[in-house]
């Protein structure tokens, strides 16, 4: 009995993050933005919902930092300036994790 | 002697730090006999004969670093080994004030200190301020003093001992020069509200009622204490930041988009017009380095984000710090790249608010940044100090400013030569540099000058072409900026350029007018109390063609006369007939407005003038001799009109009253009327002209010297307390 009232818990939340991703990719395309922007936004509002460890948008936002001088230096400033906005991007989302992390940490310290 | 022996073993890298600071010093010295003056800024030179104009011209602004100079300039420093000196007050000071952070808000190893406080003296930002034009000037000196102060914010917000809260202030005043822009107290402001928020949300400060208090006493002391520069600028900030809206020099629209730094450049610290290194690049047998530290530029934050990785391998007091100086990272990155992508409408919001027009210009925000970068540095390196590998990649990262190793930073890296090819940029093949050698011509003149005692300006024809700004371009000497000869003579130069007259420049008037009939120049000078004329023929070819022979007549025809000829300029004195004194009094109220029957306005101002009796106080305020007859007529000072200058009439008994009714005198100058009804002109004893900032410059002194003198009370009181509990303890 409890078992099933736990996993229609799940079922209910996660059917609930769907809502709002799927919410969150209409906003991206009614406001025009680009794909990429739409799928790391989507993303961004996913973690928030449900939390992964920082490191994960760390690496995100190290693999877009070396990508972008290589572009760079190959003579693409314009594709090399969009994926430092995207190593912006996992900065962010590895700084919320964090805090997250930290507060939790806290919270199971108290316990 | 053990003591020493053992500091000097507890910090050997530190110490070392100092040693690659004096290397780099070495092999950055400046040719001898050269200055440096270029764009809007330019070294201060003959500082001992200049510090106490610059203290009332400037209202006390940036007097405490140009202090400095003047003892060297007394000690008999030459003006090219002064350049090292800020040079060497800039990296050493930014190395020292971050290991005072260092060792205020997290401790670490002698070696990871050494390391983030060489990052922070030495990098792709400090190298930008280097090769630029502001570099030689009080202008970046906030930098220095960023540190210093968060560290002693922040121990203040998180222990909320009074004591941080008294060297905060103590260095908020002798780091004030950096406030002589104002837009920098308002960019450092938002800087600490920033720095309060994130370690807010952090937790590391607790936000409590006696806390909001703390920083409000903060703010009152901060106040108190630089009340000798804010005083004085209150009158000026509406004022100003209005020109800066309306300005036609700098339209502010434009700026806004684009003075900008995109993400890329802010994460790199690589400023994004190219012209800075290292896509400004001057070596030419090692060229293909070029690409590698174009690649290199973004190591300093990708140990950042691998110290973001390990994040739950550190401490707990170093996740919070990190964390809140992530956030910090985040808002100061998004506001440096103003309405660049992905910013575009939120900056555009920010922006718009009145007084952050001010925060347009690039090092006005951009200036946090290194010390951002170098605590995340400081608490990443901390935290992995067994990693020998992050130790080699931060000597890598401290490397990338490869110009300040390699030397001759202005010599062969200067913005000057951004534009030309690696072979070719050296100071001595350039068109224009922003380190020349004034021509002895100019120093040969001061005698003629400065043993005048008259109170005269000294102007410079012809109009030349330049920036809108005002500055000046003399190409014979590769000098195209603020005139640096001004700080030769004892007179006020009043540059061709500039603009004194709305609307109107007669210097490019004189130039343009075909007609040779140019008597009115000489005329109009005189009338500006202009007694020496400097005419440059090192000015483009082009301004001397146009003026040349204008000028030549007005010598023939005896309305100005020749002191000095030389291949670098011609010293004229104006013929005395044509001159009003600096204070004068005029009958009536004719207008210059343009070349609109000037001939006969200026006679009419002529003859309708006359001197008046007064005595200079201060280079800002004046006692003039007063009598009946003077009633109904306009009192004039020689000064470009500016609302803050007040005459005020004072009585027999030595009551002041400010005279209302002043007015755009002659076309530019300050002048006041005679016929206030609500003075009694039968009682007063003389008038007083004063610049009304400098008033408040004098009172805010008193003020600041106050504040000053209750916190090193304060200090004394402190630390003899805390001695006597000492002693008491070990009894």
Redesign the interface.
């Known amino acids: 009995m409890v078992k099933k009232e736990m996993l229609k818990k799940i079922r209910s939340k996660f059917a609930l993050d769907s809502i709002f991703v799927v919410g969150v990719v209409f906003m991206g395309l009614f406001l025009h933005w680009k794909i990429a922007?739409i799928v790391i936004f989507t993303f961004f509002i996913w973690i928030i919902l449900n939390p992964i460890?920082?490191?994960y948008p760390?690496?995100g936002?190290?693999f877009f930092?070396?990508l972008?001088?290589?572009f760079?230096?190959s003579g693409n400033?314009i594709i090399?300036?969009?994926i430092?906005?995207y190593?912006?991007y996992f900065?962010?989302m590895?700084?919320i994790m964090?805090?997250y992390?930290?507060k939790k940490?806290k919270e199971e310290m108290n316990q | 002697m053990e003591k020493i022996f053992g500091y000097i073993k507890s910090n050997k890298f530190y110490l070392l730090g100092f040693f690659v600071l004096f290397l780099v010093l070495l092999i950055n010295s400046f040719p001898k006999g050269y200055v440096f003056s270029g764009g809007d800024t330019s070294q201060f030179i003959e500082m001992k004969n200049n510090l106490r104009g610059l203290f009332y011209n400037w209202q006390g602004k940036a007097v405490i670093y140009y202090s400095i100079f003047y003892l060297l300039d007394i000690l008999n420093v030459s003006n090219s080994m002064q350049l090292s000196w800020y040079l060497g007050l800039f990296i050493v000071g930014s190395y020292i004030s971050f290991g005072i952070f260092s060792k205020l808000v997290f401790n670490t190893s002698d070696r990871t200190r050494s390391l983030a406080s060489l990052f922070y003296a030495l990098n792709l930002y400090t190298l930008f301020v280097f090769t630029g034009n502001s570099s030689f000037s009080y202008y970046p000196s906030l930098y220095i003093f960023i540190p210093a102060l968060s560290g002693f914010f922040i121990k203040f917000i998180t222990t909320e001992n009074n004591l941080y809260g008294v060297f905060f202030v103590l260095v908020v005043l002798l780091g004030s020069s950096g406030f002589a822009n104002v837009a920098f107290v308002l960019s450092f402001f938002i800087f600490l509200i920033i720095i309060f928020l994130a370690f807010a949300v952090l937790g590391i400060v607790k936000i409590k009622r006696m806390l909001f208090f703390r920083l409000f006493m903060l703010g009152v002391f901060s106040f108190l204490i630089s009340a000798y520069w804010i005083l004085p600028v209150i009158p000026e900030i509406k004022n100003g930041v209005e020109k800066l809206r309306s300005s036609d020099i700098l339209e502010f629209n434009y700026i806004i988009r684009h003075v900008t730094s995109p993400l890329m450049n802010t994460l790199s610290m690589t400023y994004p017009s190219g012209d800075y290194f290292p896509d400004n690049f001057p070596y030419e047998n090692i060229y293909f380095f070029k690409k590698i530290i174009m690649m290199l530029a973004f190591l300093p934050v990708a140990i950042i984000f691998f110290g973001l990785s390990r994040l739950r391998l550190f401490e707990e007091k170093a996740k919070k710090y990190f964390l809140s100086f992530g956030i910090i990272m985040i808002v100061v990155a998004m506001i440096i790249a103003k309405v660049t992508p992905p910013f575009e409408i939120i900056n555009h919001y920010i922006f718009s608010i009145w007084g952050m027009e001010t925060l347009r210009g690039f090092d006005k925000t951009a200036i946090y940044f290194p010390f951002i970068l170098s605590s995340l540095l400081l608490i990443t390196l901390s935290q992995r100090e067994n990693k020998k590998w992050l130790t080699v990649l931060m000597i890598i990262a401290l490397l990338l400013p490869l110009p300040f190793y390699l030397g001759k930073i202005q010599q062969n890296m200067s913005y000057r030569f951004s534009g030309a090819s690696p072979r070719n940029k050296d100071f001595r093949k350039s068109k224009l540099s922003f380190i020349v050698k004034i021509p002895d011509e100019y120093y040969k003149i001061r005698e003629n000058i400065n043993n005048d005692s008259e109170k005269v300006f000294i102007a410079t024809l012809p109009y030349t072409s330049n920036d809108g700004s005002g500055i000046s371009n003399f190409p014979k000497w590769k000098m195209y900026g603020t005139d640096i000869t001004q700080y030769l003579y004892n007179k006020t130069l009043l540059p061709g350029n500039a603009g004194y007259f709305p609307d109107w420049n007669f210097a490019q008037a004189f130039n343009d007018k075909d007609d040779i009939d140019n008597q009115w120049i000489a005329k109009l000078l005189g009338m500006m109390d202009v007694k020496y004329i400097i005419y440059h023929k090192d000015s483009p070819d082009d301004s001397v063609l146009n003026s040349q022979a204008k000028i030549k007549k007005l010598e023939n025809e005896g309305r100005i006369i020749k002191i000095n000829d030389n291949d670098y300029f011609a010293l004229y004195e104006i013929k005395r007939d044509y001159r009003i004194p600096y204070i004068s009094w005029q009958n009536d109220s004719t207008q210059i407005t343009g070349l609109t029957r000037i001939d006969e306005r200026l006679d009419k101002i002529r003859n309708n003038s006359q001197g008046a009796l007064f005595k200079e106080i201060n280079p800002k305020k004046f006692e003039v001799q007063w009598n009946k007859d003077m009633i109904g007529k306009t009192l004039v000072i020689a000064e470009t009109y500016d609302p803050n200058w007040k005459a005020y009439a004072v009585s027999k008994n030595g009551k002041e009253k400010e005279i209302s009714g002043h007015i755009l005198a002659r076309g530019y100058a300050n002048g006041w009327q005679m016929d206030d009804a609500g003075i009694d002109y039968s009682n007063i004893d003389h008038i007083l002209i004063e610049f009304y900032p400098t008033r408040l410059l004098i009172r805010g002194l008193y003020m600041s010297f106050a504040t000053a003198l209750f916190l090193l009370a304060y200090l004394l009181i402190y630390y003899y307390g805390k001695k006597r509990n000492a002693q008491k303890n070990q009894i």
Do not use: F, H, K, R
Request: net charge negative; aromatic share 4%; charged share 10%.
């Open positions: 922007e460890p920082s490191s760390a690496a936002a190290i930092l070396i972008t001088p290589i760079l230096i400033a090399a300036d969009q430092a906005i190593a912006y900065l962010i590895a700084v964090g805090i992390e930290l940490e």
